[in-house]
T-cell receptor, first 119, second 114 residues
Framework: AQTVTQSQPEMSVQEAETVTLSCTYDTSESDYYLFWYKQPPSRQMILVIRQEAYKQQNATENRFSVNFQKAAKSFSLKISDSQLGDAAMYFCAYRSANAGGTSYGKLTFGQGTILTVHP | EPEVTQTPSHQVTQMGQEVILRCVPISNHLYFYWYRQILGQKVEFLVSFYNNEISEKSEIFDDQFSVERPDGSNFTLKIRSTKLEDSAMYFC????????????FGPGTRLTVT
């Protein structure tokens, strides 16, 4: 079974600065997707960024980028120019890309990291 | 932009009662999911549903849980006899079929069992 670990329960950053959230995962599969979801106080889960394991190029979405290290099974999220609206719980998640596997559809989440942004 | 909706936003029920949580997935999505998040804990997969049947379920999804797509738009989660430990936030999600199956989440239903 796949597991996702976020070792930082809480992180803080000054507005306009950069912060990196860590995520590691364990899987025996070679083809999968990784995601970062944001959960603000409203509790809605919002997709921030995704990475296909077969792509070597790190995904970017505006101020959000990832550092995907497949061999190390590491998937960190970098938030540049942090804004007050970035304050939220961030979840790393894994989804298998193996259509014949037992975990094809489900997302497996890490424990989450609470990000505080100081003005 | 289309979005997943869920009703009610908050449900309070007494232990032993049945509850039905409702979700309206995005209209052209065919895969549906339920997740649960106990307060302060991570989000956990409950069940996925495709082509009018369960495609996968977790060990949490025992006989007291059931899902249904009663019509062309709604997707429901029924908890037959609620327990105190069922108190949680329940999220519905939907996705297209195919490799690009990004899941879009609803705002959640907070279930409180007293």
């Amino acid at each position: 079974a796949q597991t996702v670990t976020q070792s930082q329960p809480e992180m803080s950053v000054q507005e306009a600065e950069t912060v990196t959230l860590s995520c590691t995962y364990d899987t025996s599969e070679s083809d999968y997707y990784l995601f970062w979801y944001k959960q603000p106080p409203s509790r809605q889960m919002i997709l921030v960024i995704r990475q296909e394991a077969y792509k070597q190029q790190n995904a970017t979405e505006n101020r959000f980028s990832v550092n995907f290290q497949k061999a190390a099974k590491s998937f960190s999220l970098k938030i540049s120019d942090s804004q007050l609206g970035d304050a939220a719980m961030y979840f790393c998640a894994y989804r298998s890309a193996n259509a014949g596997g037992t975990s094809y559809g489900k997302l497996t989440f890490g424990q989450g990291t609470i990000l505080t942004v100081h003005p | 932009e289309p979005e997943v909706t869920q009703t009610p936003s908050h449900q309070v029920t007494q232990m032993g009662q049945e509850v039905i949580l409702r979700c309206v997935p995005i209209s052209n999505h065919l895969y549906f999911y339920w997740y649960r998040q106990i307060l302060g804990q991570k989000v956990e997969f409950l069940v996925s549903f495709y082509n009018n049947e369960i495609s996968e379920k977790s060990e949490i999804f025992d006989d007291q849980f059931s899902v249904e797509r009663p019509d062309g738009s709604n997707f429901t989660l029924k908890i037959r006899s609620t327990k105190l430990e069922d108190s949680a936030m329940y999220f519905c999600a939907s996705s297209r079929v195919g490799p690009n199956r990004e899941q879009y989440f609803g705002p959640g239903t907070r279930l409180t069992v007293t």
